[in-house]
């Protein structure tokens, strides 16, 4: 494998002594000299413990990318999370939430799936051996057999994604330089939160497709996604919806999207690390053709920066309920 920094040397500060806003530049994207994998925005000292990631966002295609794909600019906009990342960098800007942004784009690696979950007959035959995160290689998932796998395959109404097979090296450079980074980085994020407050709160931020009316009410215009209940304490999952109910809005519980990898990987709820994934339909913030932002996004904004907020306190409130609960059973 080749080695990538986490987060290499460069780091950029801004404001006051009090509170200092930094931001992080980390990883790589193959073949795109001195683009990072992703972007990290933080307050010190933090403000809310919340962290905001959005991993399904990135623009970052680098020209070799490109010509390899069958059909660059229809595949591009069905794979991404059409500029959710504006509706992220808003919130956070107007709840000291911290954010991370990956640039490197999902056409390349989704960051939302485990480093073995590929599908096998699109890389090459030959070459050195792809490393996993720590898991036997094993047989591709439902979903990478459907072609939404670590690399992205085919796509339902455009079929194959790419002109030839991946080989295993450029596989193993797009998991060092993007998917190991980011991951560690939010990782490291998530600890640095819970040092400071006891527990922390992922908020996996994606966007979807406008969801289809089911029994003459209107499709949800959120999904929550904690993996039936193992991710996120349910007060917090409780506190949202109350939230999106009071504001007339309507949303929907793991169905159709219960949240993945990332879910998978940071969540332990037991150990202070709570974790949920908001999905958002995305022609409330984008424009008719679900290209560019549309008159939708400042009102969205305005809704979720008050749900943020919102679980920012009810966080916090667990936090230091958990430490003097630490505190009387040690006293005992």
Not at 186 to 197: D, H, P, S, V
């Amino acid at each position: 494998m080749v080695g990538r920094p986490i987060l290499p040397p460069g780091l950029a500060e801004r404001g006051s002594s009090q509170a200092r806003h930094r931001v992080r530049h980390g990883g790589e994207v193959p073949h795109l000299a001195g683009a990072a994998a992703f972007e990290l925005y933080s307050v010190e000292p933090s403000a809310i413990p919340v962290l905001i990631a959005v991993p399904h966002a990135g623009r970052s295609y680098s020209p070799a990318l490109l010509e390899r794909m069958r059909h660059p600019a229809q595949a591009a906009l069905r794979l991404e999370d059409r500029l959710v990342d504006a509706l992220g960098r808003a919130v956070a800007v107007a709840t000291g939430a911290s954010l991370l942004v990956a640039a490197a784009p999902r056409a390349l690696i989704d960051l939302n799936r485990a480093c073995d979950d590929v599908d096998w007959e699109m890389v090459h035959p030959r070459g050195r051996s792809v490393p996993s995160d720590g898991a036997v290689r094993q047989q591709p998932s439902r979903r990478a057999r459907s072609g939404l796998g670590l690399v992205p395959r085919r796509l339902p109404g455009l079929g194959e994604l790419w002109r030839r097979r991946l080989d295993p090296g450029e596989l193993e450079d797009r998991i060092a330089g993007v998917h190991a980074t980011y991951h560690a980085a939010l990782a490291a994020e998530l600890a640095r939160l819970r040092a400071r407050w006891g527990v922390a709160l992922l908020i996996d931020l994606h966007s979807m497709p406008p969801l289809e009316p089911r029994e003459g009410e209107a499709g949800a215009a959120f999904v929550l996604g904690d993996r039936f209940g193992t991710t996120c304490s349910g007060a917090l999952i409780a506190s949202a919806f109350e939230w999106f109910g009071r504001a007339g809005e309507p949303a929907a519980h793991n169905r159709p999207y219960a949240g993945g990898y990332v879910l998978e990987r940071h969540a332990a709820p037991q150990a202070g690390f709570h974790a949920f994934q908001l999905e958002v339909d995305r022609a409330r913030y984008l424009d008719s053709r679900l290209a560019e932002l549309g008159d939708g996004f400042a009102p969205m904004v305005d809704l979720l920066a008050g749900l943020v907020k919102r679980l920012g306190d009810d966080v916090a409130a667990l936090g230091r309920t958990q430490t003097r609960q630490h505190w009387s059973e040690a006293a005992e």
